[in-house]
């Protein structure tokens, strides 16, 4: 199913797109209850929901997709330097600081705060008089189904509900200047989202093309099968001390092309739009402002 989570009128709830009718069919619980959100329907599960019976497909041109999850119950989280050619790059950039190797012997794992997701069509707020270094990231982003602590490598993908997209909007002189990540990839508006959640039945995320574009120029272009550490160990590796709930977003990581890997650097700014297309789930647009 390609799920969206729409606002309607002052409501939110969850539908399936069909992308050849450019329609979105709500869904509700089986005994008729509305689905709010998507936290909502993945702790529900798939199994619990039905095509809603009251209300009849609504056209997209009425409604607003807002970010598949569009507020965490907690942190995304992400994953540093998982691209080979991106940890080089990155470390030839001068921006990263978090360590001397470029290529990790671990997954670098580091958190954005849940109120810095938007949705497809939001605006990235450019942070004038605060970074002069704004970043884009292409990422495949997993949404978590079911709860799990010590999670097999073998037993991870029965974890995953589904996959989205997620721009993990950088500000690189606050990344390099605070060491720890954090401040300068949580910025609000860093974290756009969706506006598809295709369900992991559908989609198998081991090779799939993911290319990023800045005002219509091609700056990043990769497969998700040359990822550093893969699905799996990135859910064993977050899982083994920290238990993973149902609506837990991981950001994969990003490949070679990031505005700080162009030398000189070539950063947002006002007025650019920023395109993510991953092969499978659809496109995210967002401009900056
Ligand atoms: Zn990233």
Redesign the pocket.
């Known amino acids: 199913m390609r799920l969206v989570t729409y606002l309607h009128h002052g409501m939110t709830g969850v539908g399936v797109f069909d992308p050849d009718t450019a329609r979105i069919k709500p869904l509700d619980l089986g005994d008729g209850r509305h689905i709010p959100d998507m936290l909502t329907l993945i702790r529900e599960g798939l199994d619990a929901v039905v095509p809603s019976v009251m209300r009849a497909a609504l056209p997209l041109i009425e409604v607003d997709l807002l970010a598949p999850i569009h507020r965490p119950a907690r942190n995304v989280f992400?994953v540093?330097k998982n691209y080979r050619r991106h940890a080089e790059e990155f470390a030839q950039s001068g921006f990263d600081s978090s360590s001397s190797s470029a290529v990790p012997e671990h997954p670098v794992i580091f958190t954005k705060v849940p109120e810095s997701v938007i949705g497809d069509r939001e605006t990235i707020r450019y942070p004038a008089g605060l970074s002069n270094a704004l970043d884009y990231?292409a990422?495949l982003a997993v949404v978590i189904g079911r709860s799990g602590h010590g999670i097999a490598r073998d037993e991870a993908m029965d974890y995953v509900f589904g996959y989205t997209i997620v721009n993990?909007v950088t500000a690189r002189d606050w990344q390099q200047r605070h060491h720890q990540w954090f401040l300068g990839k949580s910025f609000d508006t860093f974290c756009p989202m969706g506006p598809v959640l295709v369900t992991a039945d559908e989609l198998d995320p081991s090779a799939l093309d993911i290319r990023c574009w800045v005002n219509d120029e091609l700056r990043q272009e990769a497969n998700t099968r040359d990822l550093i550490f893969d699905i799996p160990t990135l859910i064993a590796t977050i899982s083994a001390g920290i238990t993973l709930q149902p609506g837990d977003v991981i950001?994969t990581?990003?490949p070679e092309g990031v505005g700080a890997g162009f030398n000189p650097p070539r950063f947002l700014e006002r007025g650019n739009e920023v395109v993510i297309e991953i092969e499978g789930i659809g496109r995210l647009v967002n401009d900056v402002f």
Do not use: N
């Open positions: 992400c540093g990231e990422e993990d950001a990581g990003t």
